[in-house]
């Protein structure tokens, strides 16, 4: 029953913030789990000894002030909403009549396999990662809307007229930076290199630093944050591109984006994890990273599948 | 529960903890801990206890914590040890000056990465790890659903623990 190292240390810490809680009584199957392999024994203890150390450090905090109720839009009453639909239609019915919003869009696009980069009148650029679309607005220059695909934003900062980023419901605001917006089948991955982003503000408000990657459910606005080097960051610009765990399914689909040819993988290992770092070939052998993802790279009419070694 | 209750939990289920200590990989240090956690609710027990069994797994598993702590502490501690002993002297006994910046340095980046969570997330973690407030109260609390208290400690959980570690590399 052995784990990918990133599984298990996700369970060992849903042990650990389980057992946090006072009722806490799962104490059979938590043996079983810490039987099936020694390795969850290691990862559980590493994690719950680092968690233990932040007593001292917690409690030296200043306490933060009484707690409000705050609840989700989907739980806000009927009465409510409707005062909110009806104050925000008025907010729009009056900045129409104080001016005609202009909008004046365009539309840069790659076709899968093919990268380009684009400057802004501001200096700005955005690189963009093949099969990808991104629309501007001359009216309206420090917005941009990720349709589909990856791109890299390196934005020259200005604090009175932030740069915003739009992908599906995920809205972005730079705060002095560089950072790449991956959309991809509903999923949305935001990773900075340099200044910081912030996520969602008036949602989760998360502010995303240099070296940190955010992962997010575009739906749902579940996310996980993480460490990434900075220099590794939008790798596909030099054809390089660094996996601390993601599935074969995301490694392949990144493989299709940057080749611009289909790479499925087979169900049964489309979940399997991969940490390392790809060095891209030449279209033509791409199947010399067979052996760096331990799979069999098979080519068939549709373009290439991995299966299991 | 009585003093007398508890210590007969304790040895009608001596085996249950004892294949809970040997899961944990103590191995010969198994009857170890068991002997200790004698001790324990020997010489300090509890008030009433709603789940006798529970709590002593939950005591067990904070030895087993506790003694992790204390071996990396002591092997980090040798390591300084002899570092200071073969030429670079002062870099582990930092005057307390130093010490007391570091701490200070640590706890604005506790708070920071508090912050870095958003109001929500953060909230949510204190009221569990600190206040111990269950999951399912928060979410009363808050008026929020329980998955996305899950989500938010999750996310909380692994930053701060990661932020803990990456000073235990220092």
Redesign the interface.
Known sequence: MAQEPAMTE?TA??W??R???????D?GAF?LW??AD?AH??AY??????????DD?????PT?QE?T????PA?LNRRAWIGGALAASIVAAVSLYLYVPRSDPWAVETAPGVRRTVTLADGSNIALNGGTRVMLDHANPRTASLERGEAMFTISHDPDHPFEVQAGETRLVDIGTAFNVLRDNGQIDIAVSEGAVLYNPGR????I?AGHRLHADDKTG??????IPGSTVAGWRQGRLVYDGQSLERVAADLSRYYGINIAVTPAIAGQGFRGVLSLPPKEKIETLAPILNVNMRQDAMGWILTPR | MTKSGLNAIFIANRERLL??LA???AGDAAEDLLQELWLKIEAAPPGPVG?P??YL??TA?NL???R??AT?QAVKRDRAWSESVSGEAGQSDAPLSERQIIAQQ??EQ??QA????????S?IF?????D????KDIAA?????LS?V??D???A??????L??R??EV
């Open positions: 996700q810490l849903d650990i913030i057992q946090r809680d006072p009722g806490f009584d104490w043996v810490l039987e020694p024994a290691d203890h590493a994690m719950a000894a680092a968690d233990k150390g932040l450090l917690l409690t030296s905090l933060v707690m109720a705050m609840p989700e739980r989760e408000a998360v502010r630093d579940t996310y996980m944050l993480d460490d | 294949r809970f899961a944990h990989g789940n069994l529970s797994y939950r598993n087993v914590i506790d992790h702590r990396t640590q706890l506790v708070q508090l912050d870095s969570l958003g109001q929500r997330a909230r204190r009221r569990h790890r600190i111990g407030i269950a999951q609390e808050l008026g929020i659903s996305t899950e989500s400690l999750r996310l959980y692994r930053t701060m623990i990661d803990r570690r000073f235990d």
